[in-house]
């Protein structure tokens, strides 16, 4: 459910609350596989998949690093953590190469420039033939 409600969000273009969301995707993908590696602790796996589905998402590895760093007080865990923001990034790259805050800064600025031309037409309308 919370794959999905990520999903419509990037979807929707709106910028602001990606963040939770994708934290939680990656926590519930981790907590997926975490049995597929049974001498690894559980919440290490889903902090190593917390931090691989933010920075594929976002295309920011170091962000989510730090992100999932500051979560755990368990430094140990600060190399693993950083391969898996690497590798989500990476994985990221080959599907969309463009990041996803680009697409929507992109967006907006088009945006602007529209409503800027529209309101430099209006203003040229109403001004008085001499």
């Known amino acids: 459910l919370k794959y999905i409600a990520n999903a419509i969000n990037v979807w929707s ?12 995707v990656g926590t519930g993908l981790g907590h997926n596989v975490a049995h597929w590696f049974p001498h690894v602790a559980p919440a290490a796996v889903m902090l190593m998949g917390m931090a691989a589905y933010l920075a594929g998402v976002a295309q920011t590895p170091l962000t989510a690093a730090v992100i999932c760093l500051e979560i ?7 190399l693993p953590i950083l391969a898996a ?3 989500g ?5 080959l ?3 463009t990041p996803m805050y680009n697409v929507f800064a992109a ?6 420039e529209n409503q800027r031309a529209a309101d430099a037409r209006t203003a040229a309308a109403q ?3 001499p």
């Open 89 to 93: 990034r990476a994985s990221s790259a």
């Open 72 to 78: 755990t007080p368990n430094q140990d865990l600060a």
């Open 107 to 112: 967006r907006l600025m088009r945006e602007y």
């Open 95 to 97: 599907i969309c190469r």
């Open 85 to 87: 923001a690497l590798l």
């Open 127 to 129: 001004e008085p033939a």
């Open 13 to 24: 273009g709106v910028p602001g609350g990606s963040l939770s969301p994708a934290l939680a």
